[in-house]
């Protein structure tokens, strides 16, 4: 029988999940990125304007992504922003990233947000590709990072 894949939004409890979203998304981008203090990660976790949503299924993390809130001037609602979205290779192109959509979209209609935002960059054309089976149709932007470098 096929386990049912539950969507929860972590709360300040639950520093030992949002470690092993971080690990996952690590993992599923291949990346070698240090992980903040749990001091840090704690705080973080326990800001209501920070999202932590994950997919769980036989106990296990299988899914997860991370927004943020931005909140607005020019109207009273606020907009989230996806920063990291990420699915176990084994359990992509399940419908797993879509339930995670829906139950950020879910969120924000309870929290008084108005619109839910993403980058990705062109050349990932399976993430363009999701993206625009969630979202609709892409916007075309230029996106700019700028590096601080620290004084210490």
Known sequence: MKEKIQTIRLSKIDLFLFKKLV???NE???????????????????????????????????GGLTAYELQNYYTDKSELYIYDIAVKSEF????????????LKELGSKNNI?????????????AVTFYESVFGAREKVDHFNFEIKSSS
Do not use: C, M, R, W
């Open 114 to 126: 108005s619109t839910i935002f993403v980058d990705a960059h062109s050349g990932d054309k399976q």
């Open 92 to 103: 992509q192109n399940k419908g797993i990233g879509k339930q995670l959509i829906k139950h």
């Open 28 to 62: 599923v981008f291949e990346e070698n990125s240090t992980v903040a203090s749990d001091a840090h990660l704690q705080k973080l976790i326990a800001k209501p304007e920070f999202y932590a949503v994950v997919a769980i299924s036989n106990d296990l993390i299988i």
């Open 23 to 25: 690990t996952l998304l």
